[in-house]
C-alpha cells in the first residue's frame, strides 16, 4: 500500500464534568489522531490514553513519543500491505498499546474505504446499531450522582454503570435501586478492592448486578476465580484482560463470565476481534468498553459491537456526554439507547476541521 502521508494531531477537549474513577481524576480529554492518506483516502485512527496515571501506564506524552520514534516511521518504512501487516508491524514493538491503537485502526478504516464498505462489514458484523449503556463516576455526594443519573438517564440508555471503591458501594447502589427501581444496573471498581475484601464484594449480590467489572487488581486472576465462585453476580475483566493468552488463562481459571474489550487496552481492531473469537468460542459473552475515547474512537467501538458476541450495552455514550465538543461529524448520539452508524464507507464520521482547530495541542506531518 503506497502511503502518501501520516498526520499526527494532539488535541484536547474540556469536560462537561470531571471524570473520576478509582484511581484518578480529570477534567479534560487528551487524543491523538493518527491520519493516513493514501491514494486520495485518509483513514483515520485515535490513540486515546488518559492523562497522568489514569487507567494506563500510557500518557499522552508517552503515545505521541511512541507514535514519532517508533510506529510511524517503522511503518513508513515497510509499507503494509494489509491491516494484518500493521499488526505483525505493531508487534515489532513492545507494550505502548494506545499508542499502535491510533495507528492500527487508522489502516483499518482506509481498508474499508477503499473496499467500499462501512467498517462494521469489514469487521464482520451484521447489523448498524448497538445499545449504549450510561457510565457515571464518582461524584461528591448521593444528591449529586442521581441527579447526575436522572440527567443523562433520559435518553433511554439501556443500562447504568456506576463506578465504585470501598466506602462508595452499598450506599449509592441502595440509593439507585430504592430511586430507579429495577433498571438493568452494574458497577466498576478499576481494581480498587483487594482479596480481604471478598465477602463484602459478595455481599453486592444483594443488588442483582448485571457485573462487577474488574474489582481486583490487574494480576489478581486468583483473587476474581475466588470472587467468583462465591458470588451470584458474574464478574467482568477490564484492566486484566490485556491481550489473548492473560484472557485464556483468565477463562480456565473461572476468573470471569464475561470480559470488557477496549480496542486501546489491546492495541487495535484485529486484537479487539481475536479476543472476541477466544471468548465466543469459550462462551464467554463480551462488550465494548471505552476509556472514553473522542469520536473517532468512539465510533470504532460501535463499529466492532456489531459483532455477535458482543451480548452487553456498549459504554460508548453520546458525544455530548463527556465533551464540550467532539471532533467529528455527525456527532455520536443516543436515541432510545440505540446508536446508529450513518450510512458510508470506513468509519462513516469525518473529521470537524474548525473544532479540531479550536482544541489542538500540536501537529507534525511524516512523509
Ligand atoms: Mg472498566
Redo the contacts with the bound molecule.
Keep these: 500500500m503506497k502511503i502518501d502521508q501520516i498526520i499526527l494531531t494532539h488535541v484536547r477537549v474540556p469536560l462537561t464534568e470531571p471524570f473520576k474513577i478509582s484511581n484518578g481524576e480529570i477534567t479534560e480529554k487528551d487524543a491523538i489522531l493518527v491520519g493516513v492518506h493514501s491514494a486520495g483516502l485518509v483513514g483515520y485512527g485515535e490513540s486515546s490514553p488518559m492523562s497522568g496515571s489514569f487507567y494506563s501506564e500510557e500518557t499522552p506524552e508517552s503515545a505521541w513519543d511512541c507514535l514519532v520514534g517508533e510506529l510511524i516511521p517503522r511503518v513508513l518504512q515497510s509499507h503494509p500491505a494489509n491491516v494484518e501487516e500493521v499488526n505483525n508491524l505493531m508487534d515489532s514493538v513492545a507494550g505502548n498499546a494506545f499508542a499502535k491503537a491510533g495507528v492500527e485502526t487508522a489502516f483499518w478504516d482506509l481498508a474499508a474505504q477503499q473496499e467500499h464498505v462501512p467498517l462494521y462489514k469489514r469487521l464482520g458484523g451484521k447489523r448498524n446499531q448497538v445499545e449504549a449503556g450510561l457510565a457515571v463516576g464518582i461524584v461528591p455526594s448521593i444528591k449529586d450522582l442521581l441527579q447526575s443519573i436522572e440527567k443523562h438517564l433520559v435518553e433511554g440508555y439501556k443500562r447504568l454503570k456506576i463506578k465504585i471503591q470501598p466506602g462508595w458501594d452499598v450506599k449509592p447502589l441502595s440509593e439507585i435501586r430504592r430511586r430507579f427501581g429495577v433498571i438493568q444496573l452494574m458497577v466498576?471498581a478499576?481494581c480498587a478492592y483487594t482479596q480481604a475484601d471478598l465477602s463484602h464484594l459478595k455481599s453486592l449480590d444483594d443488588f442483582d448486578l448485571m457485573m462487577i467489572?474488574?474489582p481486583l487488581p490487574k494480576d489478581d486472576l486468583e483473587g476474581h476465580a475466588k470472587l467468583q465462585a462465591i458470588s451470584r453476580t458474574p464478574i467482568c475483566l477490564?484492566?486484566s484482560a490485556k491481550d489473548i493468552p492473560t484472557v485464556q488463562r483468565a477463562i480456565e481459571m473461572k476468573s470471569c463470565r464475561i470480559v470488557?474489550i477496549k480496542i486501546q487496552r489491546v492495541g487495535g481492531l484485529l486484537n479487539a476481534k481475536r479476543m472476541h473469537d477466544v471468548c465466543a468460542q469459550a462462551g464467554i459473552p463480551v462488550w465494548g468498553?471505552t476509556m472514553p475515547e473522542l469520536g473517532i474512537g468512539g465510533a470504532q467501538t460501535v463499529h466492532l459491537a456489531t459483532l455477535d458476541n458482543f451480548k452487553y450495552p456498549t459504554d460508548v455514550e453520546a458525544s455530548h456526554r463527556w465533551f464540550v465538543e467532539d471532533i467529528i461529524v455527525p456527532l455520536i448520539e443516543v436515541h432510545d439507547g440505540m446508536i446508529t452508524l450513518p450510512e458510508g464507507n470506513g468509519n462513516g464520521y469525518s473529521l470537524n476541521a474548525e473544532v479540531i482547530g479550536r482544541y489542538k495541542v500540536r501537529e507534525q506531518q511524516f512523509r
Design positions: 466498576d478499576n467489572e474488574q477490564d484492566e470488557n468498553g
